[in-house]
């Protein structure tokens, strides 16, 4: 007998790096973009450890960052005030923030899974990714 599948639900997510010398593609992983159709669900979170950015990347304006990371994050909550991207739905939304780009924020592949719970899952994917 095949296990329910009721109550799990298809997400996607992408790991936000900070690439401050797009042209060496060095990178630190600073957040986790999670989408999830049903319920509908996009969320980031980040974490910006403001002294290894700056060991690793000396030239770093952390300010600047914080501010792009609050716009992207912005642009995914869909706040009317952040521009016409944010009004798009959910999942362009995503798509726009998940697409290849050449600039400080940049975002991994994106990785699907099954979730009962995108809060849950999101804040996991944040402690194995991030936090490690």
């Known amino acids: 007998m095949k296990p329910s599948m009721q ?3 298809l997400y996607e ?3 936000i790096r900070v690439v401050p010398r797009v042209e060496r593609e060095e990178f630190l992983n600073v957040g986790v973009i999670l989408y999830c159709r049903k319920p509908a669900f996009l969320q980031t979170k980040f974490l910006l450890d403001k002294d290894r950015l700056i060991a690793a990347f000396p030239i770093l304006n952390i300010e600047d960052l914080e501010e792009h990371l609050h716009s992207f994050e912005q642009i995914g909550e869909g706040n009317k ?3 016409p991207i944010a009004l798009l739905d959910m999942a362009s939304r995503f798509r726009w923030l998940t697409a290849k780009r050449s600039t400080i924020i940049q975002s991994s592949a994106i990785h699907p899974g099954l979730c009962c719970n995108p ?3 999101l804040e996991h994917l944040f402690q194995q990714q991030i936090l490690v």
């Open 7 to 9: 109550g799990n639900h």
């Open 13 to 15: 997510y992408a790991i």
């Open 81 to 83: 005030n952040a521009g």
């Open 119 to 121: 809060f849950e899952t």
